[in-house]
């Protein structure tokens, strides 16, 4: 278990109704409706879902995480840098898990060099931290 040093910031939301209902930060800034995927039994309605949130958390965090390992080693990234995450979710023994798929793209940044920048990045990134040893994740290259 990782405890933090100290808090740099919180984010909260709330959600309310479940996988077809409702949620929203506590400033306000993210407000969306959840629907549940017709592949889980739902209506493919026109919300979210967690599996989406997850994915699109985990991305935006991972190319933070490029960016400060970068940073570190004096490289420049260039700013059309994009992670494409995928969380998918199943069936374990003891009810349901994810797991998450990101593909990097950094442009044309030698493969070798690409590489050791996204397994450093994953050393760093709360998002990989957090999840390390508990799920699968597989990180690709563009």
Do not use: W
């Not at 400033?27 to 549940?36: P, Q």
């Not at 349901?96 to 690409?114: K, N, S, W």
């Amino acid at each position: 278990m990782h405890k933090l040093d100290s808090v740099i910031y919180t984010g909260k939301a709330t959600a309310t109704g479940g996988r077809d209902g409702r949620a929203e930060s506590s400033d306000g800034r993210l407000k969306t409706k959840l629907s549940v995927p017709q592949a889980m039994g739902g209506d493919d309605g026109d919300g979210t879902n967690p599996e989406q949130l997850f994915a699109a958390g985990y991305s935006a965090c991972f190319i933070g995480a490029l960016k400060h390992v970068a940073g570190t080693q004096n490289l420049k990234l260039s700013n059309d840098v994009s992670v494409t995450g995928e969380a998918a979710i199943g069936p374990i023994d003891k009810g349901f898990a994810i797991a998450v798929t990101l593909t990097v793209d950094l442009g044309d940044m030698p493969e070798a060099d690409a590489r050791k920048l996204v397994d450093a990045a994953h050393e760093v990134c709360p998002y990989s931290n957090a999840t390390r040893g508990n799920i699968e994740v597989d990180l690709k290259l563009a």
